[in-house]
């Protein structure tokens, strides 16, 4: 296994191109979930207003500083164009992540060099300027449309650091490619490069994979009949005194951080089930979780129900968000969570056949529905007991909020937050055949669907 350890090599992992789901064949043959992903690479769609749909460029998190930050970075000399900004004070640190749009406008051209040379100009006006910020995610991003018409924002590019990292760049520095090898690991989408008028000069540790090939037909067709053994866990070992926490969806910039401030200030682990799109698009922020004693789990490629998809193309997103993962980490995926919790029998087999094992919960907290903290908290600690599983998001900052909370009273319980390996051992695993599992899982009460 490859490790992301060494600042001198470049990840060029032979992987699936970004535009292998166009190869697949017509659009009426690819999975619905896929269309998305047809991209359009013309060069001048690329170049569309990014923030046409929300002209907001302020995330409204902490307005005075987001302003203030967007100040100086228009004193900055940037090329590419700001497009947000969100700024969060709390924790005793204070937090940015920022999104540029990716190209010259004037120009129409894409270059990596002045790519490189923003991260670094933003990285110093974040640390050096006026404000004074303890860490920030940056990423570019470029307009994208499917043929449905579809319109989203795709990073190309992203870089995440802390002040300390930053403060280790020096003066020896000659290049920005030189200066962002020493933050952390880079990721270049091969968008970028495919259209970038220059390429060479890219960070130590870059990371240049696409989109692997999730339609399936590069799969050869598995075991879907339900004959494999099969496992799932809703609880862990009570004698272990733990509750896990579960947190789901990222990495998110700025959440996934503020969330691994409060596990490192309390002392606490967790399981963090991770999708493989945005682990792609912000690798940084996984190896940071692995870094701070973390345990992954995988959470799907595309965050789409199992049910809803073909088993080819279920196979194909879990081992793709398994590979990703233990190419960044350098650790075998062992764990996964269905989207939504949502399972039936062909997709249970498939996770025994791929050797993971799915988590499901017993608190589910409902932070994504926008609670306020203490409701939050409130429905993670009613009646908790050892071994139980705590469902968390990473939201919003009223989830990270919520995280400390919930720790500190599971400390007043006598209870320790820790993560799903924490209680494996001796967890009262359900067993059998995919729909002996399935329907055991539906009398405890868990959310699957046969």
């Known amino acids: 296994m490859m490790l992301l350890r060494d600042l001198k090599t470049i990840l060029t992992l032979a992987w699936a191109c970004a535009l292998a789901v166009v190869a697949a064949g017509p659009l009426t043959a690819m999975p619905s979930h896929l269309r998305p992903h047809l991209y359009d690479y013309a060069p001048p769609a690329l170049l569309e207003p990014l923030d046409n749909d929300d002209p907001n460029l302020l995330k409204g998190w902490s307005p005075v500083d987001e302003q203030s ?3 100086t970075l228009g004193e900055a000399g940037l090329t590419e164009k700001v497009v947000k900004i969100a700024v969060y004070r709390g924790f005793g640190c204070k937090m940015a992540a920022i999104k540029l749009q990716a190209g010259d406008w004037e120009t129409g051209r894409f270059s990596v060099d002045e790519l490189n040379a923003d991260a670094v100009k933003v990285l110093k006006a974040v640390f050096d300027g006026p404000d004074r910020f303890d860490h920030v995610d940056l990423w570019a991003a470029v307009p994208m449309t499917a043929p449905d018409k579809v319109k989203w924002h795709w990073p190309v590019f992203s870089v995440s650091a802390w002040k ?73 070992c009570a004698a272990s005194r733990t509750v896990a926490i579960t947190i789901d969806d990222g990495p998110h910039p700025v959440i996934s951080t503020l969330m ?32 701070g004693g973390n345990e992954v789990g995988n959470h799907t490629f595309t965050h789409h129900r199992l049910p809803d ?85 990473q939201a919003r900052p009223d989830s990270a909020e919520s995280l400390r909370e919930i720790i500190l009273g599971l400390r007043r319980l006598g209870l320790k937050a820790g993560s799903i390996g924490d209680m494996l051992n001796g967890a009262p695993l359900i067993r059998g055949k995919a729909p002996s599992v399935i329907a055991q899982l539906q009398a405890k009460g868990a959310l699957v669907r046969e």
């Open 69 to 71: 930050l967007q100040q």
């Open 260 to 291: 691994l401030k409060v596990l490192a200030d309390e002392g606490a682990r967790a399981t963090f089930f991770l999708v493989g799109e945005k682990v792609l698009q912000q690798p940084q922020l996984l190896r940071e979780i692995v870094e």
């Open 309 to 393: 998809l073909r088993p080819d193309v279920v196979r194909a997103e879990l081992k793709e968000t398994s590979k990703l993962i233990e190419a960044i980490t350098g650790k075998r995926c062992r764990l996964m969570r269905p989207p939504g919790g949502d399972m039936h029998a062909s997709s249970m087999a498939i996770c025994a056949e791929l050797g993971l094992l799915p988590v499901f919960w017993t608190r589910n907290t409902g932070d994504w529905q926008d609670r306020p903290v203490h409701e939050i908290v409130a429905k993670a600690l009613k009646n908790v007991h050892a071994g139980d599983v705590i469902l968390i998001h």
């Open 164 to 236: 300390r990292q930053y403060d280790e760049i020096g003066d020896a520095i000659k290049t920005p490619a030189e200066a962002l090898g020493k933050v952390g690991l880079v990721r270049y989408d091969p968008m970028l490069l495919d259209h970038a008028s220059d390429r060479a000069d890219l960070a130590a540790e870059a990371m240049t994979l696409g989109m692997p090939d999730l339609t399936g037909r590069r799969d050869p067709a598995g075991n879907e009949t339900g004959t494999p053994d099969c496992s799932a866990l809703r609880s862990g």
